[in-house]
């Protein structure tokens, strides 16, 4: 069975402390590995798709990095804006999305 | 362009009844999946419709079941509701390719249907 694990569950971060969320996962076939945000109250907006190890997609602060084991999404010198729960999901061969548990960021003016 | 829009946005049910959850995708998208949110289990995949046929299903029982229309619009009910029950349904639309191979795992969530279930 495909599995996400994300950590830690929860980040507080100062103002332009930059930090770096983990999804390590376990999959039949890797088609693809997605990041999503979520803020309170709001279906996951679609952040980054990273097909392959070694690939990199970097978006304002945020930039995601992927290993065959593992995906890190980076933080830089994060604003108060950017709080919120970050999602990382697999797509396997079967086309299904296993999504982890998320980590809830919170920053801090 | 507007987004994917649910409704209800909210309900509140007792035990035993059912429910039917509304779902519009984005214009021209044709996929439409559906996912359960608790805090206990996270994002769990229900099923995906696709040109009005069940592309794919999750592991839930056959209390919750669902449907797509011709215009793409797609519906999910759940009967004899359990407390268990009580989450957040989560719809989400894609482009979506007969033959999958443009499939991008990008998908477009609405605000979602919260379920209370007393």
């Known amino acids: 069975e495909d599995q996400v694990t994300q950590s830690p569950e929860a980040l507080r971060l100062q103002e332009g402390e930059s930090s770096s969320l983990n999804c390590s996962y376990t999959?039949?076939?890797?088609?693809?590995l997605f990041w999503y945000r979520q803020d309170p109250g709001k279906g996951p907006e679609f952040l980054f798709t990273?097909?392959?190890a070694g690939e990199e997609k970097e978006k304002e602060r945020l930039k995601a990095t992927l290993t065959k084991k593992e995906s890190f999404l980076h933080i830089t010198a994060p604003k108060p804006e950017d709080s919120a729960t970050y999602l990382c999901a697999v797509q396997a061969n079967d086309y299904k999305l296993s999504f982890g548990a998320g980590t809830t960021v919170t920053v801090r003016a | 362009k507007a987004g994917v829009t649910q409704t209800p946005r909210y309900l509140i049910k007792t035990r035993g009844q059912q429910v039917t959850l509304s779902c519009s995708p984005i214009s021209g998208h044709r996929s439409v999946s559906w996912y359960q949110q608790t805090p206990g289990q996270g994002l769990q995949f229900l099923f995906e419709y696709f040109s009005e046929t069940q592309r794919n299903k999750g592991n839930f029982p056959g209390r919750f079941s669902g449907r797509q229309f011709s215009n793409s619009r797609s519906e999910m009910n759940v009967s004899t509701l359990e407390l268990g029950d009580s989450a957040l349904y989560l719809c989400?639309?894609?482009?979506?390719?007969?033959?999958?191979?443009?499939?991008?795992?990008?998908?477009?969530f609405g605000e979602g249907s919260r379920l209370t279930v007393l």
């Open positions: 999959v039949s076939g890797l088609r693809g």
């Open positions: 989400a639309s894609s482009w979506g390719f007969s033959d999958r191979q443009s499939d991008t795992g990008e998908l477009f």
């Open positions: 990273l097909y392959s």
